[in-house]
């Protein structure tokens, strides 16, 4: 296993179009995570999913922000409308249930700018 | 609602010597985790280092080392030995105990670049 996945790396689109990004968590983790980076900023917590189930969502996530994990393994996180301020890097983490030990794996994120 | 602040945005030290970040927290919490994360340019976020708030011995992984300090929630990292790929940005981040929607929901400090020179 290579870690957490996160396509694609980088997405720039116009103003009022929707975007999608996809996370592959690592295979035996049944946690996944998604947060939001802006520049020069630390990640704030956008919404969590254990297994196919989303647990909780943050204010951050507007109406226009849709998160899915349809099988319990891949997530997507869905943008539509795109705002500038939509503009950050996207991160995807994954942890075991079982572990406890609070550790998250993050991927590498998928930068989005919107001009 | 728990916060997390770095106060140092940038540091920089020289390669083999010592260096020592920042963080505080603010929770009404009693059982906790701590932890320091480090992000280098272009890559994942991965972990350097944890915490747990009920044990009283700091916690060292090989070159790092932290100082906590529970009734001043202070959670500061020491680097010791700094090699060039510690250039990165540091991230302090806290997450409360106990399972439940909590676990995994990481409330992160600003962070603090950390340049390494040769």
């Known amino acids: 296993d290579t870690g957490v996945s996160q396509d694609p790396r980088h997405k720039i689109t116009k103003r009022g179009q929707n975007v999608t990004f996809r996370c592959d968590p690592i295979?035996?983790?049944?946690?996944l995570y998604w947060y939001r980076q802006t520049l020069g900023q630390g990640p704030e917590f956008l919404t969590y999913?254990?297994?196919?189930?989303?647990?909780?969502k943050s204010r951050l996530l507007s109406d226009r922000f849709s998160a899915e994990r349809p099988k319990g393994s891949f997530s997507t996180l869905e943008i539509q409308r795109t705002e500038q301020g939509d503009s950050a890097m996207y991160l995807c983490a994954s942890s075991s249930g079982t572990a406890n030990t609070g550790e998250l794996f993050f991927g590498e994120g998928s930068r989005l700018t919107v001009l | 609602a728990q916060t997390v602040t770095q106060s140092q945005p940038e540091m920089s030290v020289q390669e083999a010597e010592t260096v020592t970040l920042s963080c505080t927290y603010d929770?009404?919490?009693?059982?906790?985790?701590l932890f320091w994360y480090k992000q280098p340019p272009s890559r994942q976020m991965i972990l350097v280092i944890r915490?747990?708030?009920?044990?009283?011995q700091n916690a060292t992984e090989n070159r790092f080392s932290v100082n906590f300090q529970k009734a001043a929630k202070s959670f500061s990292l020491k680097i010791s030995d700094s090699q060039l790929g510690d250039t990165a940005m540091y991230f302090c981040a806290f997450m409360k105990h106990g399972g439940g929607t909590s676990y995994g929901k990481l409330t992160f400090g600003q962070g603090t670049i950390l340049t390494v020179h040769p």
């Open positions: 999913f254990q297994n196919e189930a989303q647990l909780e």
């Open positions: 915490q747990e708030a009920y044990k009283q």
């Open positions: 295979s035996e983790h049944n946690r």
């Open positions: 929770t009404s919490e009693n059982n906790y985790y």
